[in-house]
């Protein structure tokens, strides 16, 4: 004769183990995601910039080979080298992902979101790239700073 007291104690023992190693393999994602350094460079080296964690810049770094840059070739340098330290981040986020929690629905969902929001430079989209969008500025002030859509 079953037990189905028993039974069910096994169940949710089962289900409570089985919550606490993905916890644990989540928790380790997300250590391993907080270490994620990536640098880029441009100018043949002499801006470089460092991201960290979500992709951020944490560390803009120049040589004196900037000097005989025009300002306008120092930012463009700058946003080149961000955008290719950048563009690692989700190949980065990717293999940590895999490497700790596999091919979950949320690990998926995880670089998916970062692909997005950092692609590779000279992906379609990427800012630079053929076809990615460019944002132009308003030709004239209309003076309306409510922010309130005209539509809804």
Do not use: C
Not at 64 to 73: G, I, K, Q
Not at 75 to 101: C, F, H, N, P, S
Request: hydrophobic residues 40%; glycine residues 12%.
């Amino acid at each position: 004769m079953s037990d189905p007291i028993g039974n069910s104690r096994s169940l949710v023992d089962d289900w409570e183990r089985g919550a606490q190693e993905r916890a644990a393999k989540y928790e380790a994602m997300r250590e391993a995601a907080e270490r994620i350094s990536l640098t880029g460079s441009a100018a043949d080296g002499a801006v470089k910039v460092t991201v960290g964690p979500n992709g951020i810049p944490s560390d803009v770094v120049m040589t004196d080979a900037v000097s005989r840059l025009r300002p306008e070739e120092i930012a463009a340098a700058v946003l080149e080298a961000m955008r290719k330290a950048q563009g690692g981040y989700a190949a980065e986020l990717a293999r940590i992902v895999d490497e700790t929690v596999g091919q979950t629905a949320a690990g998926q969902h995880i670089v998916a979101t970062a692909e997005r929001n950092f692609p590779q430079a000279g992906a379609p989209g990427a800012p630079g790239a053929p076809g990615a969008a460019v944002v132009k500025k308003r030709a004239r002030d209309d003076g309306d700073f409510s922010g309130d859509s005209y539509l809804g």
